[in-house]
């Protein structure tokens, strides 16, 4: 559309792409690190029952919960102009990815516990993460149904709009949150005594920590701002006129 | 203002008061847990530069870095008729109070490490927490220079406004982060053992963990929903006026 500020939101616009470059330097590195501290410091990956299947649990929950599912909310302010039904369906196949991986990562560490005998479910960690879980699941089914197959109404998706945009930053934060319980719950179990002592390992790993908030917040910033949300198009024009009417009124005493 | 959508839009008001007593309570209840924690299975509190000590930084953290800043954030929408100076103020002051507390939180922990010779700063959760603290000073020192004293021009306040929001939450969401990691450093170094057995301290934390977590997401939902945003006045048209200038351009083609 055109208007006196087209200046200034075209100037804005050519921002997107380094925040987006910048979301997956950050991210790519955080999947680099979580495989670096438990292929080399933690003695690598193996499907055995023990300490190296539990190692695939941190790198598949930062892969699917964290990466993946960042990338996934990303999508619609990456192809801002392209056709919104193939924008979904990547949209809903990113999170299907993100939710298989995670859980893989689940199974590793069940399995895990289950052949060591040690309890599930008794940490801050483990309460977190599986609630995060079970709310992206959740998050994921309804999202399909309504916005997808066999799709809601036009009233039933301009009042979910909001709520589902909302959930899905929110149980992206947790997931971040989880992860970093999860690695100081690691640490705690491995390197307790020598932590202190600021070992390499513990520098990489609290390292992780900040990339995986820093992701979080980069994401979190390219799909909040205004400016880069995704132009309408005639084929929206119904949901959208919908969705402006019942939100403008109040949008325009902000 | 009047529109089509004034009935929607006051009946989504009369669900506000519903949601800020749920953060209340979330709140209140985060702190009360907190305070048993320590004070119950703890020892309870002392400036003694021993153990005793330490436990009020996490009660001092968890009122300050958590409670008084989500209730600062609030206010904004608590009070949405108000004279608006007069809530600035409320929410400069009660973010100063935050602070104060942390600082108080802070030095406890550093009085503990320091007379147990214990290293100060190379957890996770110390990375984590004076990052965030060190934002949230900026944050606040920011915020007091351009919307309170001296005050920007109308131009740098209303470029400003939006980061000032973003990064008011995403730091708020730091604070939570941080102290889940705290919560799970403390539990590992003190009931380790026991902690897979499902002891009543282990349930007590894990539940404070859950309540911080529940607060957050209920403040992010108060101060996010647009239909809950201020209206306007006409003492803040100017500026008002020109973030609508702004910012209408993008936001219209939503």
Known sequence: MSSPDEGSSSSSLKQLPW????SQLLGLAAVIVVGVWMGHYRGGFSWDHGV???????LCMVIGMVFLYGDAILVYRVFREEDKKCIKIIHATLHM??????????VAVFDFHNSLNIPNLY??????????IILFAMQWLLGFIIFLFPGGTSTLRAWYLPLHSFFGVTIFGMAVAASLTGITEKLLFTIKDTYSKFPPEGILANALGL????????????????EWKRPGN?????LSL???????GDEEED
Chains 1, 2 share one sequence.
Do not use: M
């Open 242 to 248: 919908h969705f402006h009417r019942i939100t403008r």
């Open 123 to 132: 940490s801050l960690h483990s309460w977190l993460g599986i609630i995060t």
């Open 211 to 226: 990339l995986l908030v820093a992701f979080a917040a980069c994401v979190a910033y390219v799909v909040t701002r205004h």
């Open 52 to 58: 190296l299947e539990f190692n695939i649990h941190p």
């Open 97 to 106: 990815c993100a939710l298989i991986s995670s859980v893989i990562g689940l």
């Open 19 to 22: 925040f987006v470059a910048s």
């Open 234 to 238: 005639p084929e929206e024009e119904a």
